[in-house]
């Protein structure tokens, strides 16, 4: 699979070869590796639920293929000014993604040779759905009610415990449990309400992804339905990015309720749908390469840096760190996420408002380190989180339960478009909690062996995950 998948890579960029020439052959490069993790990963999904090929897909699509789309269509009149030449920026961006691809594979080498039974493990079934349905309402409550009035050092804790509704739903769905589906389609569409209600759908399209890359995988789809997910997900996209800019417009600084945001969202999306001229004509194209384009904003940061501001030499990446272990009730003027200090320090821009844009992990790798240093720290990262990735699909031999955890731990793994203090935060505040509840609750008791604790008392409940 791994031999086919490069020689595919390999063929698709000779054969566009012709594009990129006279340019650059980085961008080749940046083809291939594409198509490897594409078709790569159709065939991976069915042994586990593969993160690493999408967290790759998605650094390609962001960091290669939109900015050399940008390079080549007129740009919409928000989009950062790209300042580098494509044979400058590729020559930084493919071999930092080719870096990140390396050492989030190497870890899964062995690992791949065996793929995870699918055993749910030795559980009370009927006292896990029970908790699995109290996390779910415990979760919506937390997003409901505590969410809205939740600020400083308590919105991540809120963040956390709403985020265990979905533990609870992708927990059903993994067990199979009766009405699992009901439970997912209301989470969705939740969650949809919650995005439409402030304009911003990031969390949807996080959660939907994970959702996607689960079900997969749990439910063994065959390749040719994996295509057919993948192009109505490219569709949603589209429409999605397309209907924002208006809709944002619509509801701020109106008095329409959550749900009447909601059934307003519904209808733009739906109305652009029915007109899928609108979807693929030149402007929204334009429109939806310029909001996948991190490109624009890591070249902007090699310009700056070191040439108007110098090499950070590590110190966000400490701060990183940092961040990640001290709680915020104790440093309360910690790093703050949303690249409101990082970003106007290293690209010479400032955001706007509220704006939320960072600089992702190969811009935020260059400001600290350049070129060599940059590409390095990419490779260092793709091992971190691949062996991150690893402990869930050793653990996942003696419980497919595991999985539902993943998105829980790793929800910011996949965004190409964040700060290393967001991504680790995440990952080290939600790992905490997640080992807290498997111990405590006793429903989650079958998954202690992997914390080196025996269950006390087993019951072997039959039935395939």
């Given at each position: 699979?791994?031999?086919?998948?490069?020689?595919?890579?390999?063929?698709?960029?000779?054969?566009?070869?012709?594009?990129?020439?006279?340019?650059?052959?980085?961008?080749?490069?940046?083809?291939?590796?594409?198509?490897?993790?594409?078709?790569?990963?159709?065939?991976?999904?069915?042994?586990?639920?593969?993160?690493?090929?999408?967290?790759?897909?998605v650094a390609s699509v962001q960091w290669i293929l939109a900015p050399w789309a940008a390079y080549h269509l007129p740009p919409v009149p928000t989009a950062v000014a790209l300042v580098l030449s494509p044979a400058e920026y590729f020559s930084y961006?493919?071999?930092?993604?080719?870096?990140?691809?390396?050492?989030?594979?190497?870890?899964?080498?062995?690992?791949?040779?065996?793929?995870?039974?699918?055993?749910?493990?030795?559980?009370?079934?009927?006292?896990?759905?029970?908790?699995?349905?109290?996390?779910?309402?415990?979760?919506?409550?937390?997003?409901?009610?505590?969410?809205?009035?939740?600020?400083?050092?308590?919105?991540?804790?809120?963040?956390?415990?709403?985020?265990?509704?979905?533990?609870?739903?992708?927990?059903?769905?993994?067990?199979?449990?009766?009405?699992?589906?009901?439970?997912?389609?209301?989470?969705?569409?939740?969650?949809?309400?919650?995005?439409?209600?402030?304009?911003?759908?990031?969390?949807?399209?996080?959660?939907?992804?994970?959702?996607?890359?689960?079900?997969?995988?749990?439910?063994?789809?065959?390749?040719?339905?994996?295509?057919?997910?993948?192009?109505?997900?490219?569709?949603?996209?589209?429409?999605?990015?397309?209907?924002?800019?208006?809709?944002?417009?619509?509801?701020?600084?109106?008095?329409?309720?959550?749900?009447?945001?909601?059934?307003?969202?519904?209808?733009?999306?739906?109305?652009?749908?029915?007109?899928?001229?609108?979807?693929?004509?030149?402007?929204?194209?334009?429109?939806?390469?310029?909001?996948?384009?991190?490109?624009?904003?890591?070249?902007?940061?090699?310009?700056?840096?070191?040439?108007?501001?110098?090499?950070?030499?590590?110190?966000?990446?400490?701060?990183?760190?940092?961040?990640?272990?001290?709680?915020?009730?104790?440093?309360?003027?910690?790093?703050?996420?949303?690249?409101?200090?990082?970003?106007?320090?290293?690209?010479?821009?400032?955001?706007?408002?509220?704006?939320?844009i960072n600089l992702s992990f190969a811009g935020e790798l260059y400001a600290n380190f350049g070129r060599t240093g940059g590409i390095i720290s990419m490779f260092i990262v793709g091992i971190l989180l691949g062996n991150l990735f690893g402990l869930?699909?050793?653990?996942?031999?003696?419980?497919?339960?595991?999985?539902?955890?993943?998105?829980?731990?790793?929800?910011?793994?996949?965004?190409?478009?964040?700060?290393?203090?967001?991504?680790?935060?995440?990952?080290?505040?939600?790992?905490?909690?997640?080992?807290?509840?498997?111990?405590?609750?006793?429903?989650?008791?079958?998954?202690?062996?992997?914390?080196?604790?025996?269950?006390?008392?087993?019951?072997?409940?039959?039935?395939?995950?």
């Open positions: 699979a791994v031999w086919r998948s490069a020689v595919g890579g390999i063929l698709t960029a000779l054969v566009l070869a012709p594009i990129y020439w006279d340019e650059t052959l980085w961008f080749g490069a940046g083809v291939a590796l594409t198509v490897f993790v594409t078709w790569h990963g159709m065939i991976a999904t069915k042994r586990v639920p593969w993160m690493p090929g999408f967290v790759v897909g961006a493919v071999p930092a993604t080719y870096a990140l691809a390396i050492g989030l594979f190497l870890p899964l080498r062995r690992l791949g040779k065996r793929a995870p039974p699918r055993i749910i493990g030795r559980i009370d079934r009927q006292r896990l759905v029970r908790t699995l349905d109290a996390m779910l309402v415990v979760g919506l409550a937390a997003r409901l009610l505590l969410a809205p009035i939740a600020t400083g050092s308590f919105r991540l804790p809120v963040l956390l415990i709403s985020e265990f509704a979905w533990v609870g739903g992708l927990g059903a769905m993994l067990i199979e449990a009766r009405g699992w589906r009901g439970r997912i389609i209301g989470l969705l569409i939740i969650e949809g309400i919650f995005g439409a209600a402030g304009g911003v759908f990031a969390e949807l399209v996080l959660w939907s992804i994970y959702l996607t890359l689960l079900y997969l995988f749990a439910m063994r789809v065959k390749r040719t339905r994996i295509v057919v997910i993948a192009l109505t997900a490219i569709v949603g996209v589209l429409t999605l990015n397309g209907i924002k800019a208006s809709f944002r417009e619509e509801i701020y600084g109106s008095n329409l309720s959550a749900l009447a945001r909601g059934a307003l969202a519904v209808d733009y999306f739906t109305g652009m749908l029915r007109e899928p001229t609108k979807i693929f004509a030149q402007d929204n194209l334009s429109y939806n390469i310029t909001r996948l384009d991190q490109g624009s904003i890591i070249g902007r940061v090699m310009y700056w840096t070191p040439s108007r501001e110098p090499f950070a030499g590590g110190e966000t990446v400490a701060t990183a760190v940092y961040a990640s272990l001290v709680p915020r009730i104790l440093v309360p003027n910690k790093y703050v996420a949303g690249g409101s200090v990082n970003y106007p320090r290293f690209t010479g821009l400032q955001l706007v408002g509220s704006t939320s869930f699909v050793r653990w996942s031999r003696h419980s497919v339960l595991w999985w539902a955890w993943l998105p829980y731990v790793m929800l910011s793994a996949v965004s190409a478009e964040g700060g290393l203090g967001e991504t680790l935060n995440q990952v080290v505040k939600s790992g905490v909690v997640m080992i807290a509840v498997i111990m405590l609750v006793p429903a989650w008791e079958a998954l202690r062996p992997q914390f080196g604790i025996r269950r006390k008392r087993q019951t072997i409940v039959p039935g395939r995950a």
